[in-house]
């Protein structure tokens, strides 16, 4: 049961607003607009060598739109460094009924014995990918997963990469923070474009991602009518 119509949710984003719940077992949710509003430049992305080199000697497997509730429950475990998580029930019914419309998405991470390691999920309006959170079980899987979307949303040709707030995490690949009325103005040249998520994020298998990032062969979900459904940002509250 979810108090927010996913129709709302969508309009909230597009209004430059999301929800949170104060924490996992909450039965509310709040809505927020950061000011300053955390986004990364696509076209000055950061990546450090150290990275680099490290994805090309531990080829994680990647996927998008495998297993989708199961990141955001992996998402929503609660860390030890940063506390209790802000992703709670509804929050995960939400965010799922908008992954079976096709507006959110999750890229995953795994290792060799087929164990899901890391991965991100977030939401797709127009041009514009709104990152939600990510999770780490192995060494760098969540920026692997993080490094994929970036080659993702190139390939389709999103504009537009909002971060929410801003964090030591992602501040490494170059995040920024920009006034909250600069914000609005890129999401709303974002909404109108018209991206080819098709691509890589719907076709049931989609092509090798060549460099300068990765390389990778990509392999979507389930065909139609076989749906497993059930930080970016690590929130932070205040």
């Known amino acids: 049961m979810v108090s927010i119509h996913p129709e709302t949710l969508i309009l909230a984003y597009e209004s430059g607003y999301f929800p949170m719940a104060e924490h996992r077992h909450a039965k509310e949710l709040h809505w927020f607009s950061p000011d300053p509003r955390a986004i990364i430049p696509l076209d000055a992305i950061h990546i450090p060598k150290s990275l680099r080199k490290y994805a090309r000697k531990h080829p994680y497997r990647i996927t998008i739109n495998h297993c989708f509730t199961d990141v955001m429950r992996c998402c ?5 460094h940063d506390g209790d998580s802000w992703i709670n029930e509804e929050i995960i019914a939400l965010y799922s009924i908008l992954h079976q419309w096709g507006d959110a ?17 977030g939401v797709s309006r127009g041009g514009a990918f709104f990152g939600e959170s990510m999770f780490c079980r192995a060494p760098n899987a969540s920026k692997i997963a993080f490094l994929a979307l970036i080659e993702i949303m190139h390939k389709c040709g999103y504009t537009l990469l909002d971060s929410q707030f801003i964090n030591d995490h992602m501040r490494q690949f170059g995040t920024i923070e920009i006034p909250r009325k600069d914000y ?53 509250r205040r």
Not at 76 to 80: D, N
Not at 111 to 116: I, Q, R, V
Request: aromatic fraction near 10%; include cysteine; charged fraction near 15%.
């Open 76 to 80: 929503a475990t609660p860390r030890t």
């Open 105 to 121: 998405h999750s890229v995953e991470c795994w290792d060799a014995t087929g164990a899901l390691v890391g991965g991100l999920y």
């Open 184 to 236: 609005m103005r890129r999401l709303k040249g974002a909404l109108i474009v018209s991206p080819n998520p098709s691509r890589l994020f719907m076709q049931h298998r989609a092509s090798v991602i060549s460099p300068p990032l990765m390389s990778y062969e990509w392999f979507t979900h389930t065909p139609a009518g076989e749906s497993k459904n059930q930080g970016f940002s690590t929130k932070n």
